[in-house]
């Protein structure tokens, strides 16, 4: 039997719970990269899990991501180190290591480093001023270029050069992407879901004049 049709408007959307929204808008976006983002400031280690990873530009190479603000109820560690050192690195992980990642999004106090509070072992290389995770498959190492504080609703976008990849080998493809798939990177659906992607196509680069070509 087919399911009924969900329908919605802003005026339902407005009416709805503020934790039932969040829900069911964070859903929207779709299957997300989820990195954990590494910093440091002050003798402090801090590790967040962050899903709204953009790619903006690979000449230079750039990569956004977006920061809730301080709002004085909770502080915003990831957002505070990256001011002050403006330097971060992602670091992707594995679905084994799930439940340890989506950890990272307690609010541990400043004091606490959730490498260690959740399991994760900090690596230092040299060159990027704040830590890396040592298991990650993927480990990009950025340097902040641009800061804007979103006039809509406060939140922060971050604009990280990339300074610095780490990753196997053998996952470069040919043509110079990556095969995700061989780096095992798990994706984040909502605030909740972990998932590793199991089917995928490729394709050439689309033309108009020429039918397309499946890999
Ligand atoms: C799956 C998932 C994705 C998240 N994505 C973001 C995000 O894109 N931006 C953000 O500001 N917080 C995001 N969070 C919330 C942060 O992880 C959480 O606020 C964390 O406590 C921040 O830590 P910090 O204060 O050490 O920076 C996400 C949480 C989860 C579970």
């Known amino acids: 039997m087919n399911s009924p049709l969900l329908q919605l408007n802003a005026e339902a959307l407005s009416e709805m719970s503020n934790s039932w929204r969040a829900r069911l808008i964070n859903s929207l976006p779709g299957y997300k990269s989820?990195?954990?983002v590494g910093t440091y400031e002050s003798g402090s280690a801090n590790l967040a899990i962050i899903?709204?990873?953009?790619?903006?530009?690979?000449?230079?190479?750039?990569?956004?991501?977006?920061?809730?603000?301080?709002t004085g109820k909770g502080e915003r560690h990831t957002l505070h180190n990256v001011l002050k050192t403006e330097c971060w690195t992602?670091?992707?992980?594995?679905?084994?290591?799930?439940?340890?990642?989506?950890?990272t999004s307690a609010p541990y106090a400043k004091n606490v480093s959730e490498f260690s509070a959740c399991?994760?072992?900090?690596?230092?290389?040299?060159?990027?001023?704040?830590?890396?995770?040592k298991s990650s498959p993927l480990q990009v190492g950025c340097r902040l270029r641009e800061h804007q504080a979103l006039n809509i609703n406060g939140t922060h976008l971050l604009i990280g050069e990339v300074t610095a990849?780490?990753?196997?080998?053998d996952a470069q493809r040919d043509d110079g992407s990556l095969d995700l798939a061989k780096l095992d990177l798990a994706t984040v659906s909502g605030l909740?879901?972990?998932?590793?992607?199991?089917?995928?196509?490729?394709?050439?680069l689309a033309r108009v004049d020429t039918p397309l070509r499946e890999q």
């Not at 899903?51 to 301080?70: K, T």
């Not at 670091?91 to 799930?98: I, K, M, T, V």
């Not at 909740?192 to 050439?204: L, M």
Request: charged letters at 20%.
């Open 34 to 36: 989820g990195m954990l």
């Open 51 to 70: 899903s709204s990873h953009f790619h903006l530009g690979s000449n230079p190479a750039l990569l956004g991501m977006i920061l809730r603000p301080d």
């Open 90 to 103: 992602l670091n992707g992980f594995r679905l084994d290591s799930a439940a340890q990642a989506h950890q």
């Open 119 to 133: 399991g994760f072992d900090a690596e230092w290389r040299i060159g990027t001023d704040a830590p890396y995770v």
């Open 165 to 169: 990849l780490y990753c196997a080998a």
């Open 192 to 204: 909740d879901t972990y998932s590793e992607p199991g089917k995928s196509r490729r394709f050439d």
